[in-house]
């Protein structure tokens, strides 16, 4: 019977050290890698630097303002939308995996997203940052203007 205990117990103990080397290996950065092992998204925070275009507009109709091509995205967020033209972005081959069509739900606090419309904040510099999901939906967490 003691046997048996011993057994189950070196059992039970490789399998959690298997699964803590595997967890290890999805928490890669990896577009491809979809959810991790806990059945969350496997990608860090997302960091991007742009302007405030307008407020209240549609993509379409700033990229019709627009000739020349640029990097617009619409912000949605249940208070209201706006477009932005985004300069930097950190880790750009998540965007072009996880942000196009370049419209983006945003999920955060309204005071949050009232700050990135404010009035005052329009066509200067703001850096966000915050989670962007495979489901093309940002999870905002900061918003701090620059200029």
Request: charged share 20%; aromatic share 6%; hydrophobic share 40%.
């Amino acid at each position: 019977m003691a046997k048996l205990g011993k057994r189950i117990g070196i059992g039970l103990t490789t399998a959690l050290l298997l699964a803590g080397m595997t967890t290890g290996t999805h928490a890669q950065a990896v577009p491809s890698a979809g959810l991790s092992a806990f059945g969350g998204e496997a990608r860090g925070l997302t960091e991007f630097t742009g302007k405030v275009i307008c407020v209240g507009c549609t993509l379409t109709e700033v990229q019709a303002a627009h000739s020349e091509q640029r990097d617009f995205y619409q912000l949605s967020h249940r208070t209201g939308q706006v477009v932005m033209e985004v300069q930097t972005k950190r880790e750009p081959q998540v965007w072009s995996y996880f942000a196009l069509p370049p419209r983006l739900a945003v999920r955060c606090q309204d005071e949050l997203f009232a700050k990135l419309t404010a009035e005052q904040n329009l066509f200067k510099e703001v850096a966000v940052t915050g989670l962007l999901r495979n489901m093309r939906t940002l999870d905002m967490y900061d918003v701090t203007v620059k200029g």
